[in-house]
DNA sequence: CTAACATCTGTAGTGACTACAGAAGCAAGA
DNA sequence: TCTTGCTTCTGTAGTCACTACAGATGTTAG
């Protein structure tokens, strides 16, 4: 048989069988043969397609993005459209990296004021009521 | 008048009235007086205690977190135990940081390969095919 | 034949809100 | 007094990308 049960397209492709359900569910898997029983069965394509997705996922592209590479929202998308959504995506990627970068910065400097005490006087959360504070 | 509706509420503390009361379903906000038509009334306690709660949360401080500042858990923290809450919190944003900006360069590779053309071939998608790619 | 495991469907939960629908309170002007 | 228009009310559902069940049934190895 070169067909196979969703726990092996699970262990295969490192994806989760709810996901891979949840995949379906949404239309971004298609729909599998099914044993007489009622059991899914895939096939390579299937692999294919799944490790696909995984590895868009694990890029940060939305599931949106991925239905576009995937051609589901009308056409197949020409590489300059792919360029496009990958730039978008990389553009937020590094504004939430800008962000997380100053609020560690703004953490850090009312943590340091902190005496770090047993007493429930604490100057961190002082900072947080104080509209006046370095915050 | 010392008392006034979530409008002004709202509109003092910069947070959504929505959101308002949100935070009272959840027991962040104390349920506050009543008009006799059913109307919130809020007190300058309710305005410093709101405020408190958007600044926390513009920190990056989960829900959970602040009812621990609050001392909704049990007792009002010392000041340790905040530091310990804000020390942890940081060291989330900080690998935060670190995983975007890996995925910035993964995501920098592979769009280096694209040829931004018209037609739908793309060296990008093929790398998400590709097993062996620099992915 | 049976025990153990794999898989099935469907629903609800996550976090922190946001967006409505439909009803009702409230204040100012005519 | 009445109306107009704004504000607020409750309750539910949607967001994103899954995850976690419950309870039932298929499949397979010994």
Chains 1, 2 share one sequence.
Do not use: W
């Not at 609020?103 to 959360?125: F, H, K, N, V, W």
């Amino acid at each position: 048989m070169t067909e196979f049960p969703i726990g092996r397209l699970s262990a295969e492709t490192g994806v989760n069988i709810e996901t891979i359900r949840f995949y379906e569910k949404i239309g971004l898997m298609p729909k599998p043969h099914r044993t007489e029983g009622g059991r899914r069965l895939y096939d390579r394509g299937g692999a294919t397609r799944l490790r696909f997705i995984r590895r868009a996922r694990e890029l940060g592209f939305s599931i949106d993005d991925i239905r576009g590479f995937l051609g589901l929202h009308d056409q197949p998308p020409t590489c300059a459209e792919v360029y496009e959504t990958a730039s978008r995506h990389r553009a937020v990627i590094r504004e939430k990296v800008a962000d997380l970068k100053r609020l560690d910065l703004r953490l850090s400097s009312i943590m340091g004021a902190c005496t770090q005490s047993e007493t429930p006087d604490c100057p961190l959360l002082d900072a947080l009521l104080e509209p006046r504070s370095v915050i």
